[in-house]
């Protein structure tokens, strides 16, 4: 079975400091995975995805992520957080083999202050 | 532009209802897919399609209803059997569902169903 873990519900960063969101998974085989952004009474906004390769994943508004096999972990990262990036955050997971349906976390919520 | 369309934005269910929530994708998308968010649960699999006529479960079929007559739209029952229906449902698509696929999913706005 697969899933997916963001153990944070809450994360609070100071604009300018640099942000991690995180998210661990399990999935049998490789893993596809996603990232995700959800703003107030929106659709969800893809961000970037890590499918195979580099281990640093670069994705839209300056977010990346790296992934770690031995840890089965995809953590989002942004060098320098920004109050517009105050938002709702999902990971995701699919196995590259097989053909079942993505599974999101249950998301973090990201709370940047000025 | 292309994108996913769902309406209404807010609807309203009386007991014992069904209501039909509309999904309309202008992607050429094959997959489409309903989600249900409730706070603190992250999206839950509804249904899910891969062609038309087709469709799939996902996790919390169970009071839900779903057609796929044609490849862009998708529409969603909310049965009177669903006894907390209370939610944000999401519609979303993708140019295929196959395990192989990388491509990402399109998200719609949503729709806010509450109880009367």
């Known amino acids: 079975a697969q899933s997916v873990a963001q153990p944070e519900d809450q994360v609070n960063v100071a604009e300018g400091n640099p942000l991690t969101v995180k998210c661990t998974y399990s999935v049998s085989g490789n893993p596809y995975l996603f990232w995700y952004v959800q703003y107030p009474n929106r659709g969800l906004q893809f961000l970037l995805k890590?499918?195979?390769?580099?281990?640093l994943v670069k994705g839209s508004y300056g977010f990346e992520a790296e992934f770690n096999k031995s840890q089965t972990s995809f953590h989002l990262k942004k060098p320098s957080a920004l109050v517009s990036d105050s938002a709702l955050y999902f990971c995701a997971v699919r196995s590259s083999s097989g053909n079942t349906p993505l599974v999101f976390g249950k998301g973090t919520r990201l709370s940047v202050i000025a | 532009d292309g994108g996913i369309t769902q309406s209404p934005k807010y609807l309203f269910r009386k007991e014992g209802q069904n209501v039909t929530l509309s999904c309309e994708q202008n992607?050429?998308?094959?997959?489409m897919y309903w989600y249900r968010q409730d706070p603190g649960q992250g999206l839950r699999l509804i249904y899910y399609?891969?062609?038309?006529?087709?469709?799939q479960k996902g996790d919390i079929a169970e009071g839900y209803s779903v057609s796929r007559e044609k490849k862009e739209s998708f529409p969603l029952t909310v049965t009177s059997a669903q006894k907390n229906p209370t939610a944000f449902y999401l519609c979303a698509s993708s140019i295929d569902a196959r395990a192989t696929s990388i491509q990402p999913q399109h998200f719609g706005d949503g729709t806010r169903l509450s109880i009367l």
């Open positions: 399609s891969q062609i038309v006529n087709d469709f």
């Open positions: 890590y499918i195979t390769g580099d281990n």
């Open positions: 992607l050429n998308h094959d997959a």
